[in-house]
């Protein structure tokens, strides 16, 4: 069972004792309360997946100008050098997961209604499909970030035939209209905005300030983006009556001892060992991992020399850690046992068994949507009133744009400094429509050369491949444009 769900059952020994709904045959799978909650379980369980521990933040972090790419995974190097081929086999790691994830939202959202079963209420039944639709749409926006229009899947695939199997891409607007008509299902009056008072269980499973964030963050994310929906929903979730509100210290989100916070809408509950996160092991300096080889995400001069522009240091020292290292490291130190960054909003490795989390959502992102859409319907003062908010958690003084231009750069600036490591910044970018300037724009020096690399980005390369062994099994799917 994922950590998502520890406690999180109506009945905490109900989820605790399921059977996996696969070891059940498929003539009695399906038929009492307990399945409906074991396949729900199912679901929630992606989360575990390598994509939501690692490759988000490979495919965001790495792929932007926050973090290089360490260790000795060539694959992983192709990302942060921007040559992905349809080939990498990290992108059918990530696809195959995601549309899993997606497979066992299918069987929720096709099977429960069946179920007769007098112990799985209305009330529960309408729930249950509500957290659902909500994780399909959070699959599909992770889909369509990623690689634009893709298939759209929305029912069980029982059949080898190919008009099942092998369907063609949905174009990128369809796709989020996909996510709305999910999301607006799950809250017709099916997802609470609490599930009462136990936090481990409100901040692990999908509520209406989840949906409410999902909504505002694909709405700002569409190519057809509406500001005025982005406020909408991202005023749902300030105003919403689960009470979230900023944690007066940012340090405590990233301190391992205050998860399940008031800032938390929605997180992963890693409690270790079967349900630990491996990921901290990956970007730990030897002192915290206990290993001494080269790290596979290392914090760029750009996002230091952001943080030391902004004098951010609250920031910076919770999200980057120097440490002399027992490698050779290009952009830092080509001399072993220099000096080197380390990505710490991690903060405890653990012997790959770590108990700290990601947010899915917190409410400093959604303020700082807010701003954003603010900025853009005209309201310059209200959107600094908003983006003030986060900027004084951290000591900073109050923003001195004084245009919707200087404050659409002070806004992508405050989320990259609030949001590192969190899987954020090559949507930013691209929503933003500066991907390519801010990539062609980086001086970064190898010092084994000391020549600066070309981080340039061309207009394909916004979306990645998808990858070539769905194209040659699927002969319906269209390569993404710009790739061979």
């Not at 109900?14 to 038929?31: E, G, H």
């Not at 499909?129 to 690689?147: M, P, S």
């Not at 029912?155 to 099942?164: H, I, K, W």
């Amino acid at each position: 069972m994922t950590g998502i769900l520890l406690g999180g059952a109506p009945a905490c020994e109900s989820f605790v004792d399921l059977d996996p709904i696969s070891d059940l045959t498929a003539d009695n799978a399906y038929k009492s309360a307990n399945d409906a909650e074991a396949a729900l379980v199912g679901v929630y369980e992606s989360f575990q997946a390598e994509y939501y521990i690692w490759d988000n933040l490979v495919f965001s972090e790495i792929l932007s100008d926050n973090y290089y790419a360490g260790g000795d995974n060539a694959e992983i190097f192709a990302v942060d050098n921007i040559n992905i081929t349809p080939t990498n086999s990290r992108l059918w790691n990530n696809w195959s997961q995601i549309y899993n994830a997606i497979s066992k939202a299918n069987v929720v959202l096709q099977k429960v209604p069946l179920i007769t079963d007098p112990k799985l209420t209305d009330a529960r039944k309408a729930q249950i499909l509500g957290e659902a639709a909500f994780l399909r749409a959070y699959h599909y926006y992770q889909l369509v970030k990623l690689w634009g229009g893709v298939p759209l899947v929305l029912e069980p695939v029982n059949s080898l035939d190919p008009a099942t199997t092998q369907k063609p891409k949905a174009t990128e607007v369809e796709v989020y209209n996909q996510i709305v008509t999910d999301l607006m299902f799950a809250l017709d009056n099916r997802l609470p905005d609490t599930y009462g008072g136990d936090a481990s269980v409100n901040k692990a499973r999908a509520t209406k300030g989840a949906a409410n964030a999902l909504l505002a963050k694909a709405w700002a994310q569409r190519p057809d983006r509406d500001y005025n929906k982005v406020l909408q929903y991202a005023d749902a979730v300030i105003s919403s009556p689960a009470s979230y509100s900023l944690l007066p210290t940012f340090t405590h989100l990233f301190d391992g001892t205050h998860y399940n916070n008031a800032e938390s809408i929605l997180e992963v509950q890693f409690t270790g060992g079967t349900e630990a996160n491996w990921g901290p092991q990956m970007l730990l300096p030897p002192s915290l991992s206990g290993d001494t080889w080269r790290k596979f995400m290392t914090p760029s001069h750009d996002l230091v020399n952001a943080y030391d522009a902004e004098k951010d240091n609250v920031r910076k020292n919770t999200t980057i850690l120097f440490e002399n290292a027992p490698w050779a490291d290009e952009f830092w130190s080509v001399s072993t046992g220099g000096s080197v960054p380390f990505a710490y909003r991690w903060k405890s490795a653990n012997g790959w068994a770590s108990t700290n989390r990601q947010y899915i959502f917190r409410l400093a992102d959604i303020i700082l949507l807010k701003a954003e859409a603010l900025n853009e319907l005209g309201r310059l003062e209200d959107a600094k009133t908003a983006l003030n908010l986060v900027r004084k958690r951290v000591n900073l003084a109050n923003t001195t744009a004084n245009s919707k231009e200087s404050m659409r750069t002070a806004i992508l600036n405050e989320r990259r400094l609030e949001l590192a490591q969190e899987g954020q910044r090559w949507d930013d970018l691209r929503r933003f429509g500066v991907t390519a300037q801010v990539m062609g724009n980086l001086n970064e020096i190898d010092l084994r050369t000391n020549t600066r690399k070309d981080y340039s980005v061309k207009a394909h390369e916004l979306f990645l491949p998808i990858p070539q062994s769905e194209i040659n099994r699927n002969p319906n799917l269209v390569q993404n444009p710009g790739y061979n």
